[in-house]
């Protein structure tokens, strides 16, 4: 009786790994909030301090400010966030 049972468990053990190694990680700017949730005091612009709790923002904060004013509007902050199609 306990061998079919310790069967079992380790074919859920196994088939957890490899669904596991089939999830593709998402890292960075991928997982950004939406431009709402970052821009905390909702003035339309996320300046350098509301970046700051988001490595991944501030890591392209500089690139993204495409109009060089300090701060990124909703527009610099969509084209700085990747499609989650990859493009």
């Known amino acids: 009786m306990q061998?079919?049972?310790?069967?079992?468990?380790?074919s859920m053990f196994f088939g957890g790994l490899a669904w596991a190694g089939e999830q593709a990680p998402t890292?960075?700017?991928?997982?950004?909030?939406?431009?709402?949730?970052v821009d905390a005091n909702q003035n339309g612009l996320i300046s350098s301090q509301e970046a700051d709790p988001y490595p991944a923002i501030k890591?392209?904060?500089m690139?993204?400010?495409?109009d060089k004013d300090g701060s990124l509007n909703s527009s610099e902050y969509m084209k700085a966030k990747p499609s989650k199609s990859g493009s």
Do not use: C
């Not at 061998?3 to 380790?10: E, F, G, N, S």
């Not at 690139?63 to 495409?66: F, M, V």
């Open 27 to 37: 890292t960075g700017i991928e997982q950004l909030p939406t431009f709402s949730e």
């Open 3 to 10: 061998r079919p049972l310790i069967l079992v468990m380790t």
């Open 63 to 66: 690139k993204a400010d495409t």
């Open 59 to 61: 890591e392209v904060f």
